[in-house]
């Protein structure tokens, strides 16, 4: 197994070898070749995903981005997804993509943008209940993990200075794993009205979650977790004896991990503690409308209130030219962090994940400071702006980062210069990879990144809703 940021720079060389570079049996517009499996090798076919991806191709002008659209929004059903009935009740399996196990964070983005099609597709309905069912397991097996194995196999960290089990692909704690399912389960039962999966198991995970986040508020000490690495890698162990950097418990939650799986220099993750804000509502909605149980929901309600005030009242900070705006991290002493993540939580995805508008002005003053020069992990290339990360090194730009922006803007041409970057960032490969060489997108590292490329589908299903005459522009540079 090869680790995820270990995996080479240029990395499309792996292609072939793990699943795509398929033969180029069908050819489309000017010559360019579907790069989906044949059809008899795909994991899961979703009749109202194929209608989606047939319509929107036909408003695209850009033929290699309609190229790009079709062979990137179907990646995860294409690819990752191993679906199945066990006990009665449908279980989906979700890789990451290169790495064969399943993020809670990337599973739920994975599917993510079908969700809107699961009325017209029992099928399709089915499939994501069966993250859901799978993501309630992982949940009842570790809280503090972020990512599983499909059976009790082991993985390559099972020698990690933390409470390892033999299901547990990798445990690092990251408030975002644990959000990220009751987004998918909570938006699931609003689209699809189907409460079979927010059954006692899933209220069990439920308590479990409230519990954990009680527990890393760390009222009462440092708390059960601590996670330390044998590894040249600064980011990828924790200090102070794998309980991070110190607090003061303000009522904020400690994410030991970024959703980068970076581990965070001051423990309270901001733009995390927001999505957990958001997430603690959904719970409390789900308690009092499906379980009719008003005291949990309560006390859902009561600590997203309790982490909002605090995120007021210390996450609140003066940018020393840009103004006041949100912190990336901060610790409850007065210590902040102005960087940005490009994984999702971020700063810059404040208002995707619904904990403020975008004409929020501590917003668009955080927004400013990412897309700029005062950020250390912002790059201008050849080939466009974008944000990178420690995670993958200098003068590498995160795709995602570009379509987040796109996702977070109602300005037209911001969305349509986003757009062209992406178009032309691709290495030529007709998919989103995790970052590139901002002069050289031929040279990008992770060639099969599932929720990168599902995550650019959702963007040109967005466009074609709400802007489809971007869809008739030509982008290529």
Same mark, same amino acid.
């Given at each position: 197994?090869?680790?995820?940021?270990?995996?080479?720079?240029? !990395?499309?060389?792996?292609?072939?070898?793990?699943?795509?570079?398929?033969?180029?049996?069908? +050819?489309?517009?000017?010559?360019?070749? $579907?790069?989906?499996?044949?059809?008899?090798?795909?994991?899961?076919?979703?009749?109202?995903?194929?209608?989606?991806?047939?319509?929107?191709?036909?408003?695209?002008?850009?033929?290699?981005?309609? @190229?790009?659209?079709?062979?990137?929004?179907?990646?995860?059903?294409?690819? &990752?997804?191993?679906?199945?009935?066990?006990?009665?009740?449908?279980?989906?399996?979700?890789?990451?993509?290169?790495?064969?196990?399943? @993020? +809670?964070?990337?599973? $739920?983005?994975?599917?993510?943008?079908?969700?809107?099609?699961? *009325?017209?597709?029992?099928?399709?309905?089915?499939?994501?209940?069966?993250?859901?069912?799978?993501?309630?397991?992982?949940?009842?097996?570790?809280?503090?993990?972020?990512?599983?194995?499909?059976?009790? &196999?082991?993985?390559?960290?099972?020698?990690?200075?933390?409470?390892?089990?033999?299901?547990?692909?990798?445990?690092? %704690?990251?408030?975002?794993?644990?959000?990220?399912?009751?987004?998918?389960?909570?938006?699931?039962?609003?689209?699809?009205?189907?409460?079979?999966?927010?059954?006692?198991?899933?209220?069990?995970? !439920?308590?479990?979650?409230?519990?954990?986040?009680?527990?890393?508020?760390?009222?009462?000490?440092?708390?059960?977790?601590?996670?330390?690495?044998? &590894?040249?890698?600064? !980011?990828?162990?924790?200090?102070?004896?794998?309980?991070?950097?110190?607090?003061?418990?303000?009522?904020?939650?400690?994410?030991?991990?970024?959703?980068?799986?970076?581990?965070?220099?001051?423990?309270?993750?901001?733009?995390?503690?927001?999505?957990?804000?958001?997430?603690?509502?959904?719970?409390?909605?789900?308690?009092?409308?499906? %379980?009719?149980?008003?005291?949990?929901?309560?006390?859902?309600?009561?600590?997203?209130?309790?982490?909002?005030?605090?995120?007021?009242?210390?996450?609140?900070?003066?940018?020393?030219?840009?103004?006041?705006?949100?912190?990336?991290?901060?610790?409850?002493?007065?210590?902040?962090?102005?960087?940005?993540?490009?994984?999702?939580?971020?700063?810059?995805?404040?208002?995707?994940?619904?904990?403020?508008?975008?004409?929020?002005?501590?917003?668009?003053?955080? =927004?400013?400071?990412?897309? $700029?020069?005062?950020?250390? @992990?912002?790059?201008?290339?050849?080939?466009?702006?974008?944000?990178?990360?420690?995670?993958?090194?200098?003068?590498?730009?995160?795709?995602?980062?570009?379509?987040?922006?796109?996702?977070?803007?109602?300005?037209?041409?911001?969305?349509?210069?986003?757009? =062209?970057?992406? =178009?032309?960032?691709?290495?030529? *490969?007709?998919?989103?990879?995790?970052?590139?060489?901002?002069?050289?997108?031929?040279?990008?590292? =992770?060639? %099969?990144?599932? @929720?990168?490329?599902?995550?650019?589908?959702?963007?040109?299903?967005?466009?074609?809703?709400?802007?489809?005459?971007?869809?008739?522009?030509?982008?290529?540079?």
């Amino acid at each position: 197994m090869v680790a995820r940021r270990d995996f080479i720079r240029n !990395s499309s060389l792996l292609a072939g070898a793990i699943g795509l570079g398929f033969p180029k049996q069908v +050819l489309g517009w000017d010559g360019y070749a $579907s790069q989906r499996p044949p059809l008899a090798q795909r994991k899961f076919t979703s009749q109202a995903v194929e209608k989606a991806i047939t319509s929107i191709k036909k408003q695209i002008a850009d033929p290699k981005l309609a @190229w790009m659209f079709e062979n990137c929004f179907p990646n995860t059903l294409d690819t &990752t997804v191993n679906h199945k009935t066990i006990d009665g009740r449908p279980d989906t399996f979700v890789l990451t993509g290169d790495i064969h196990a399943m @993020w +809670l964070r990337d599973s $739920s983005a994975q599917v993510w943008p079908y969700l809107p099609l699961v *009325k017209e597709d029992n099928a399709l309905q089915q499939l994501i209940a069966g993250v859901i069912n799978r993501q309630t397991k992982c949940i009842l097996i570790d809280p503090y993990a972020n990512a599983f194995n499909e059976g009790p &196999t082991g993985s390559e960290w099972d020698k990690d200075i933390t409470d390892m089990k033999p299901e547990l692909h990798e445990r690092k %704690w990251e408030i975002d794993s644990l959000c990220y399912t009751v987004r998918l389960a909570y938006h699931y039962w609003k689209i699809s009205g189907d409460t079979k999966v927010l059954d006692d198991s899933y209220r069990k995970s !439920s308590a479990l979650i409230v519990k954990t986040f009680k527990e890393q508020q760390r009222k009462d000490g440092k708390g059960p977790y601590k996670f330390q690495r044998v &590894t040249p890698v600064q !980011s990828d162990t924790v200090a102070n004896s794998g309980y991070g950097a110190p607090i003061s418990p303000v009522g904020l939650i400690v994410s030991t991990f970024r959703p980068s799986d970076d581990a965070t220099v001051f423990p309270f993750l901001i733009p995390s503690n927001m999505f957990a804000v958001v997430s603690l509502r959904q719970l409390a909605e789900i308690s009092n409308t499906v %379980w009719k149980d008003a005291a949990f929901a309560k006390e859902c309600t009561d600590l997203a209130n309790e982490v909002d005030r605090a995120i007021k009242a210390y996450a609140v900070v003066e940018h020393p030219q840009l103004g006041h705006m949100y912190a990336f991290e901060v610790d409850g002493f007065g210590n902040r962090l102005f960087i940005d993540d490009t994984n999702v939580p971020s700063l810059l995805s404040i208002p995707y994940l619904g904990y403020t508008t975008a004409d929020d002005p501590l917003y668009q003053t955080a =927004r400013r400071f990412v897309w $700029s020069t005062f950020h250390p @992990w912002f790059y201008q290339g050849k080939y466009g702006d974008g944000v990178g990360s420690p995670h993958t090194g200098v003068d590498y730009i995160w795709p995602m980062s570009i379509i987040m922006k796109a996702l977070t803007t109602q300005n037209k041409e911001e969305i349509a210069e986003c757009i =062209r970057t992406i =178009r032309n960032t691709d290495g030529d *490969k007709g998919f989103i990879h995790e970052s590139y060489q901002k002069d050289d997108p031929t040279k990008f590292t =992770r060639p %099969w990144f599932s @929720w990168a490329n599902t995550l650019f589908g959702e963007l040109i299903m967005k466009v074609s809703q709400e802007y489809p005459e971007l869809l008739k522009r030509q982008y290529s540079l």
